[in-house]
């Protein structure tokens, strides 16, 4: 019988801890818990932050590479879909040309789960929250689409459901032509 060697090439290892971009003693704490150090660190970012580029340098030294969860909201308890809307329009195109500016400028590898657990009913850019599938991919496609004409090449963009979520993927994929991979979020409880 043949045995089949698993695909892995695929398949990277990563983490996320409350220290984010900066807690490499966090990240060591897991490595030394499964035997293996992270390739991909994850951390989450308010849409109107600066781009965290020397935080995401301090992954990329550690040996791994920054994968930022930037949140189309203004991390307060308003769930309207109003930066969503405003994204849409254009009005708020500065804020991405900065980001797409810096970190081309910076170089480093870097991935971005934009607006990410779309289809679940916890943030903004979701249909509990007024977000509908074709605005979600028009706004995906925009912010994508500035990266694009500012010739950042260091991004590798990830489209990222959550698990378990009801209903049809097909009418929220953005569908670009560019570096871009899926993800699915699922988190786990403790168990006992």
């Known amino acids: 019988m043949e045995t089949r060697r698993p695909r892995t090439a695929a398949l990277r290892f990563g983490l996320s801890t409350h220290g984010g971009f900066t807690a490499a003693r966090e990240w060591q704490v897991v490595a ?10 994850l951390a989450f970012e308010d849409f109107f932050a600066p781009p965290p580029v020397a935080e995401m340098a301090v992954v990329s030294y550690c040996g791994a590479d920054p994968l930022v969860s930037w949140e ?13 809307q405003s994204l849409q329009a254009g009005a708020l195109d500065e804020y991405v040309y900065r980001w797409a500016d810096e970190i081309g400028e910076w170089g480093g590898r870097t991935m971005i789960r934009f607006a990410h657990e779309f289809n679940g009913d916890w943030y903004p850019w979701t249909p509990a ?33 959550t698990a378990g979520a009801l209903g049809s993927l097909a009418q929220w994929y953005p569908a670009t032509t560019t570096s871009m991979c899926s993800a699915s979020t699922a988190t786990t409880g403790a168990c006992g």
Do not use: Q
């Open 72 to 84: 189309p909201w203004c991390w307060t308890d308003d769930r309207s879909p109003a930066v969503m």
């Open 129 to 161: 929250c007024g977000t509908s599938p074709s605005a979600y991919t028009a706004v995906w496609r925009h912010v994508h689409d500035i990266f694009t004409s500012r010739g950042v090449g260091n991004v590798k963009w990830v489209w990222a459901p």
């Open 32 to 41: 030394d818990a499964v035997g293996r150090r992270a390739e991909l660190v």
